[in-house]
């Protein structure tokens, strides 16, 4: 029997997990023998925190532009980024540093810094990770990179 309300809570995480099982969203998956490349490298969030509305929309216009050309059997590849505001997430690390009451970057020096930032970044990255996988955006098959990483501009520029 149909329920009266919509569980999301419920409902999604099942359809997600066979997507996931059946390996649905991965580069190539549908695609035509000798397809037209469609590839969209994400603009990643920030790792200051959690997502906003922005993002929730961006994603979503990329999600509808992703599955609409897998439909068209173009070889799809959906290439997540993360973190392109290291100025945003020092400051937001000192800031955290602080209210801790903990040695400030200078007194730690690079190396200790630069751990709590990769610390920081392990923590909200993940958290934005969940939040774009819960806001049912197609599931990505590869970890996220740094959008001017080697190679993210190698397979920009070779799709």
Not at 1 to 16: G, N, Q
Not at 67 to 83: A, H, N, S, T
């Amino acid at each position: 029997m149909l329920e009266k309300t919509y569980d999301s809570a419920a409902v999604e995480p099942k359809i997600a997990k066979k997507w996931e099982e059946a390996d649905a969203f991965r580069a190539g998956v549908n695609a035509r023998p000798g397809a037209e490349t469609f590839t969209i490298v994400i603009p990643p969030p920030n790792v200051t925190g959690s997502l906003h509305m922005g993002h929730a929309l961006n994603n979503t216009l990329q999600d509808i532009l992703v599955r609409f050309e897998r439909m068209r059997g173009k070889d799809v590849l959906w290439q997540p980024g993360m973190d392109h505001a290291g100025i945003a997430t020092q400051m937001v690390v000192e800031r955290k540093l602080m209210e801790n009451q903990l040695p400030g970057r200078r007194e730690m020096g690079r190396e200790a810094f630069v751990e709590k930032i990769w610390e920081w970044k392990e923590e909200s990255g993940g958290l934005i990770f969940n939040q774009t996988g819960r806001a049912n955006a197609s599931p990505w098959t590869r970890a996220f990179r740094r959008p001017f990483s080697k190679s993210s501009s190698l397979s920009t520029r070779t799709a």
